[in-house]
T-cell receptor, first 109, second 115 residues
Framework: GQNIDQPTEMTATEGAIVQINCTYQ??????LFWYQQHAGEAPTFLSY??LDGLEEKGRFSSFLSRSKGYSYLLLKELQMKDSASYLC??????????WGAGTKLIIKP | ETGVTQTPRHLVMGMTNKKSLKCEQH?????MYWYKQSAKKPLELMFV???????ENNSVPSRFSPECPNSSHLFLHLHTLQPEDSALYLC??????????????FGPGTRLTVL
């Protein structure tokens, strides 16, 4: 079957760095997305990785290792507004996205 | 209005009621999706429409009935729901449902409570 694992919840301090991991076992792979979802709001796109390596976008970076079935989202200089759930999703075939349950990130002052 | 909109934002219904959720996208996309999001569970894909044709029905009970009259609008008709159907229902759209890269844009969701 298809499986995506993420930690359920993480806590970090304002101004610090946090890494949210995602591991996947899927029968196909055409890329991996990270989305951010604030409570009661729509998920919004953060990053897309299809090749191995690190993609940097401002304070957020995303890493992919296809051979290990592993990705992480790195958030630097954490701000209170970064408190949200972070969803990892794998593109299986043409369009099917398989989603992780999300990681709730709590930022403390 | 821009992006993906959904109405209503909140809905409370009894098990014998009939109601409909509406989704509209203003992005010129050709694919639209219904997802169910329950607490601490992964997003569950329910239905996919690509160029107004239904291409996916992930074993969804018949008490959920989708309708896609055009590329910009998507409905989810609800009848004789069960309490376990209470969840956040998210609509999303993407350029199409045939390309490998498929960034999906989400609406804010409808929080459904079935009594």
């Amino acid at each position: 079957g298809q499986n995506i694992d993420q930690p359920t919840e993480m806590t970090a301090t304002e101004g610090a760095i946090v890494q949210i991991n995602c591991t996947y076992q899927t029968s196909g792979f055409n890329g991996l997305f990270w989305y951010q979802q604030h409570a009661g709001e729509a998920p919004t796109f953060l990053s897309y990785n299809v090749l191995d390596g690190l993609e940097e976008k401002g304070r957020f970076s995303s890493f992919l290792s296809r051979s290990k079935g592993y990705s992480y989202l790195l958030l630097k200089e954490l701000q209170m507004k970064d408190s949200a759930s972070y969803l990892c999703a794998v593109i299986m075939g043409n369009y099917q996205l398989i989603w992780g349950a999300g990681t709730k990130l709590i930022i403390k002052p | 209005e821009t992006g993906v909109t959904q109405t209503p934002r909140h809905l409370v219904m009894g098990m014998t009621n009939k109601k409909s959720l509406k989704c509209e996208q203003h992005l010129g996309h050709n694919a639209m999706y219904w997802y169910k999001q329950s607490a601490k569970k992964p997003l569950e894909l329910m239905f996919v429409y690509n160029f107004k044709e239904q291409t996916e029905n992930n074993s969804v009970p018949s008490r959920f009935s989708p309708e896609c009259p055009n590329s910009s609008h998507l409905f989810l008709h609800l009848h004789t729901l069960q309490p376990e159907d209470s969840a956040l229902y998210l609509c999303a759209s993407s350029q199409d449902a045939t390309s490998g890269y498929n960034e999906q844009f989400f609406g804010p969701g409808t929080r459904l409570t079935v009594l």
